[in-house]
């Protein structure tokens, strides 16, 4: 699939054929084509921001990405899943992009499991920066999902590190209260940052969308590269992006779930290649992720402020299907399983409202449902062939230089795991 990403105004006709053409930062002109990212530019200049070049060309990037993964349905490929993706996107400085686009493409193929070929061509969006920016004095950036992890991240990094950090956030449906409800009673009030990419198309979006993650990254080192910290040019700009290590490695459950039910939106491989990409585009953001090595049932118990958190957590969201189940936790997918066990870790009452909450129904909608099948599945593989014949390929990385911390933690997981399950009377 063959596609181009460029501003308004460009010259598609110009530059060959393609399959779909996307318009960025800007709803399409046309019917035959896609739009993605109206509103970014401005929401950025109503704050008087002024974001480093780069940094809106990862932008960029991130939403022609996106575009392809919503527009592209994996149903067309031979296989049903593995897309080939032809993307040229319009950039500031294709030089630069063009010689760092092997990183790229190997972050994509990990993220996505698609192959993604990468073209970068002039006539990129370069905002007019403000005559007089405001650069926001908060120390550091943080994702603020509206999902537990993050809530329990940011609590963190006020109460015990002591920082003030801007919090950013990709707008979901449902989660969008949540988030502000969040940054508004986590120390004392914090700045916060709201954006949405809104992708729009003609045709049917493809629901997968393994690529999400990278938005909300290029949200954080647009807004990392605006604060004074930045423009003072001394340090990095911490970019916090908070994740439990077992979710963040995420080895698949069994066999059958390589591609399509595993995702690595925070595995460490892939931060790692993007952050070797912000790093030879002379970005100073380091992404950084407190938690690789805590389970979430550890992280509840070792938040920093237990009060706070005990009165939000249930409002937080950890579903896959939350929309598809008006806007509630279904209880049975493997997110809702974590999130379940890490409660019994806490020992302090889940009041999160689930669709399916008794697994122990023996039947397709709870014990029998295929999630909770396979985390049993996954407890009952470690504990007849060992941890690592389970782990398999998830930890092989020349990037991961020493995984035993890695498989400590993913053991302690489905340690969680298999106390909910025994909880729940699941066999």
């Given at each position: 699939m063959k596609l181009i990403c460029a501003p308004l105004g460009y010259d598609f006709a110009g530059a060959g054929d393609f399959d779909l053409e996307v318009v960025l930062y800007a709803h399409a002109d046309r019917k035959d084509r896609g739009g993605i990212g109206g509103n970014l530019r401005t929401v950025i200049k109503r704050l008087n921001l002024k974001p480093s070049p780069r940094a809106w060309d990862f932008l960029s990037i991130a939403l022609s990405v996106i575009a392809a993964d919503t527009g592209v349905p994996r149903s067309n490929s031979p296989d049903g899943?593995?897309?080939?993706?032809?993307?040229?996107?319009?950039?500031?400085?294709?030089?630069?992009?063009?010689?760092?686009?092997?990183?790229?493409?190997?972050?994509?193929?990990?993220?996505?499991?698609?192959?993604?070929?990468?073209?970068?061509?002039?006539?990129?969006?370069?905002?007019?920066?403000?005559?007089?920016?405001?650069?926001?004095?908060?120390?550091?950036?943080?994702?603020?999902?509206?999902?537990l992890d993050s809530l329990i991240g940011v609590i963190d990094l006020t109460v015990r590190k002591g920082l003030k950090p801007y919090v950013v956030s990709q707008v979901a449906q449902g989660d969008k209260p949540k988030q502000v409800l969040f940054a508004s009673k986590i120390g004392g009030g914090l700045a916060h940052l709201q954006l949405n990419h809104v992708a729009h198309f003609t045709h049917q979006s493809e629901r997968s969308q393994r690529a999400r993650s990278i938005i909300f990254l290029a949200y954080g080192v647009l807004l990392a590269t605006s604060l004074k910290k930045y423009h003072e040019g001394k340090k990095p700009v911490p970019l916090y992006v908070c994740e439990n290590g077992f979710i963040s490695i995420n080895p698949p459950l069994t066999t059958g779930r390589l591609g399509s039910l595993s995702t690595r939106t925070t595995h460490p491989v892939y931060l790692n290649l993007i952050q070797t990409l912000i790093d030879e585009g002379g970005l100073r953001v380091k992404i950084q992720n407190p938690y690789q090595f805590l389970t979430k049932g550890e992280m509840l118990a070792q938040c920093a402020d237990q009060k706070l958190l005990r009165k939000y957590a249930h409002l937080t969201t950890s579903c896959g299907r939350y929309a598809r189940n008006a806007y509630q936790h279904c209880g049975r997918c493997v997110p809702c399983l974590i999130r379940r066990a890490s409660f019994l870790v806490w020992k302090h009452a889940d009041k999160t409202g689930y669709v399916y909450d008794d697994l122990s129904k023996d039947d397709k909608n709870h014990a029998r449902f295929d999630d909770v099948r396979a985390a049993g599945m996954a407890i009952a593989a470690v504990q007849a062939d060992g941890l690592d014949a389970w782990i398999g390929s998830s930890l092989d990385s020349p990037m991961i230089a020493n995984s035993t911390p890695y498989r400590s933690t993913i053991h302690r997981g489905l340690k969680e795991l298999k106390k909910l399950l025994t909880h729940a009377g699941v066999e």
């Open positions: 899943w593995t897309r080939e993706l032809d993307i040229s996107i319009a950039v500031v400085d294709p030089v630069f992009w063009t010689s760092n686009s092997g990183i790229l493409s190997d972050a994509l193929r990990f993220l996505t499991t698609d192959i993604w070929r990468l073209r970068f061509l002039e006539g990129g969006i370069l905002p007019t920066p403000p005559k007089t920016p405001t650069t926001p004095s908060e120390d550091c950036v943080a994702l603020l999902s509206g999902g």
